[in-house]
């Protein structure tokens, strides 16, 4: 694949992405018309190669990121919000560990 | 199974090349396997690490936003970071892992490095804030190549494992068994066959 610029985007409630948004991430949040999911490939079919997601709006939205799980491109990544517990991204890392080993040996 | 094969010399040419390839498709494959499970417990570590920092970092700029927001009120902060502060400057390519084309992000140097809003209304604890998100944004890139890399890593290694697995205890196994049955049909008929030549020279001779 041949290089080429990439945007950002951050998926989540306005407390969680403002805070993105100063660092030059571009800032959406679901509604009720727009489903995570829905957001997820609108954004990449927009071409945010790497898209921010608050951890809530990313347990929702899994069928969407399997969609993509094959492919390099878009890089969806949960980040903590307002109701993490810190736990998410270590189950995260488990369950990886788990699918490619077979037991959860760190 | 053993039964349905027709145990002819053919038959067990070809049951024979394709034990061989099979044989080194399995050796390959196991190879792939090892390599990427080698490649995958790096990323991970490194994934472990660069999760700790991100969190640590952004709740840090949480706490600091936080504090911003109230001094400044929810109306002020929601305004001062209105404008977005212009686009970050990363590329985007891939590598590859072991035939798994994996992404990479380089920074260019341009990432937004000045507060985007004026410092009329706002408060040193917003500046602090976006500084602190505005320094850890490298980070945070470092991570997303290396969470996707860790995803897709652990994804092909699954395949592989399956495919290793279907070689090592179906596959192979059922082409040596076949192989074995063709081989031992083939020698039976053999047998068959000098008996019964025995039998006919028997015949003659007592003529």
Do not use: W
């Not at chain 2, 049951?15 to 790096?42: C, I, P, V, Y």
């Not at chain 2, 400057?89 to 990432?111: A, E, F, R, W, Y």
């Not at chain 2, 991570?143 to 090592?168: F, G, H, P, Q």
């Amino acid at each position: 694949m041949t290089e080429r610029k990439m945007k950002a985007a951050i998926i989540g409630p306005k407390s969680v992405a403002a805070l993105y948004g100063a660092a030059g991430v571009a800032v959406f949040e679901p509604s009720d018309d727009i489903s995570p999911s829905k957001l997820i490939s609108k954004l990449y079919a927009d071409g945010y190669g790497i898209i921010f997601i608050a951890e809530t709006y990313y347990r929702k939205s899994e069928d969407a990121v399997k969609k993509y799980l094959n492919e390099p491109y878009p890089i969806i990544i949960p980040v903590p919000d307002d109701n993490s517990d810190g736990t998410y991204s270590k189950e995260r890392i488990a369950a990886n560990i788990k699918k490619a080993i077979g037991s959860d040996l760190i | 199974m053993a039964k349905q094969i027709n145990p002819t010399r053919m038959e067990l040419t070809r049951l024979k090349r394709r034990l061989k390839t099979a044989s080194r498709g399995h050796k390959l494959l196991k190879d792939k396997q090892n390599g990427m499970t080698k490649q995958f417990m790096e990323q991970i570590r490194r994934n472990r690490e660069l999760r700790g920092k991100v969190e640590a970092g952004l709740a840090e700029a949480a706490k600091q936003f936080s504090a911003a927001s109230s001094a400044m009120g929810e109306k002020e902060l929601g305004e001062a970071l209105l404008l977005p502060a212009g686009e970050i400057g990363v590329t985007g390519g891939s590598k590859n892992i072991m035939s798994v084309q994996v992404p990479t992000l380089c920074s260019d140097g341009s990432l937004a490095q000045s507060l985007p809003y004026g410092f009329a209304d706002t408060s040193y604890e917003l500046d602090t804030a976006t500084l602190t998100m505005i320094r850890l944004f490298p980070t945070l890139l470092q991570l997303a190549e290396c969470e996707k890399t860790c995803d897709m890593l652990a994804s092909e290694i699954e395949k592989t494992r399956r495919r290793v697995n279907a070689l090592e205890h179906v596959m192979i196994p059922e082409m040596e068994r076949n192989i074995k049955f063709i081989t031992m049909k083939l020698e039976d008929n053999e047998r068959q066959n000098i008996t019964r030549l025995m039998k006919v020279k028997e015949v003659i001779n007592s003529r």
